[in-house]
């Protein structure tokens, strides 16, 4: 099993770095034919905008478009739930679209929007999970067949639709290796 972490702008190479303590393949996804080589994917946070002006220039974005649409499991964090969402509430772009969720781009303020909590995420045993927010988007609305995970003062911070699963926050810089082996279930699983 291979999973891969689109490599164009953000924190890719932390996503790369926990799932390889979990004795994962993880390689980082700069050109479409990589799609093929992999069973799952990660979008990271970084910057949507920048994300989603790369997918365009490196011709990605249709190939990952479809993987996804036929099923490959995708994790979106933060800019990459940004990335999956049909709607953003504050902007006319849509990047990839695939997931029936509107969330609002830098959601808790854009300087002083950097905070974390522990919190329970349904799915994932033991004690509440640290959940690290910069700049983060948070779901507005969500569609029946999203199921929600995780809310944070009442806002939706982490969702799952079918292959789709989102999170606002950011494991990838925390200890915490549990919503990784989630998603690796989630591979596996497919
Ligand atoms: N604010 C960023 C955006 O809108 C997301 C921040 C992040 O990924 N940490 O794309």
Redesign the pocket.
């Known amino acids: 099993m291979k999973i891969g972490v689109l490599a164009m702008q953000?924190?890719f190479i932390e996503h790369i770095n926990s799932l390889k303590k979990l004795d994962i393949d993880a390689i980082p996804i700069r050109y479409k034919e990589e799609l093929d080589k992999i069973d799952g994917i990660i979008i990271?946070?970084?910057?949507?905008?920048?994300?989603g002006k790369l997918i365009n220039i490196f011709d990605l974005k249709e190939k990952l478009k479809t993987k996804i649409q036929e099923g490959m499991p995708v994790w979106g964090?933060?800019?990459?739930m940004?990335l999956l969402a049909k709607k953003i509430s504050n902007s006319d772009v849509v990047h990839i679209g695939l997931m029936d969720i509107e969330v609002i781009?830098?959601a808790y303020g854009?300087q002083l929007?950097s905070f974390s909590v522990k919190q329970s995420i349904k799915g994932i045993d033991g004690k509440p999970f640290p959940m690290v927010?910069?700049?983060?988007?948070y779901i507005k609305e969500a569609d029946k067949e999203v199921e929600i995970l995780a809310k944070v003062d009442g806002k939706i911070v982490a969702a799952e639709q079918k292959n789709m699963l989102v999170t606002s926050f950011?494991p990838e810089l925390t200890e915490d290796l549990r919503m990784h082996k989630y998603f690796i279930d989630k591979v596996k699983n497919h």
């Open positions: 953000g924190a990271p946070g970084g910057e949507s905008t920048a994300i964090t933060c800019a990459g940004i781009r830098n854009r929007g927010f910069i700049r983060a988007p950011h």
